[in-house]
């Protein structure tokens, strides 16, 4: 396999597994406000494993997301030394702590403290959208 192809192959594998993380990141946080508005012990107990259950699958997108970026740094070093990429960077970083962010925001509610509020819960719900696109534009229009 020529080294493009094989360049190519890592950067279609990262951009799916970044699908499956992202997914998660959208989905999520709308169960957290459908898990908030629960009243009944079903509900409660579904929305748990249903928020769990989605968490290990969008954790394992994320991971795999970060495998295969850290292997396109690797054959691309100098990525690093770009401010777009770096940005892109430091934006991934914000995302990774909103993950483990949601992780807490499960727990809380799966322990029945959650006290944040439907509305705060809906703009919480947008974050990903906003880091997507902002990502997406750098990655593709590489401003200078």
């Known amino acids: 396999m020529q080294i493009v192809t094989y360049y190519l192959v890592l950067k279609a594998l990262h951009i799916a597994f970044m699908v499956t993380w992202f997914a998660g990141l959208f989905y999520l946080p709308r169960l957290f406000i459908y898990h908030a508005a629960a009243t009944d012990q079903i509900s409660l107990d579904r929305f748990v494993l249903m928020e769990r259950r989605l968490f290990i699958i969008m ?75 902002v990502i997406v534009f750098l990655a593709i229009l590489k401003p200078n």
């Open 59 to 133: 954790s394992i997108g994320a991971v795999l997301t970060a495998i295969f970026g850290v292997l396109l740094l690797i054959a691309n070093p100098a990525l690093l030394n770009i401010s777009w990429f770096q940005i892109k960077l430091a934006l991934l970083l914000i995302l990774i702590t909103y993950h483990f962010r949601c992780l807490r925001r499960m727990k809380r509610l799966a322990d029945g403290v959650e006290i944040a509020s439907s509305r705060w819960l809906r703009l919480f719900n947008e974050i990903p959208t906003l880091f997507l696109l």
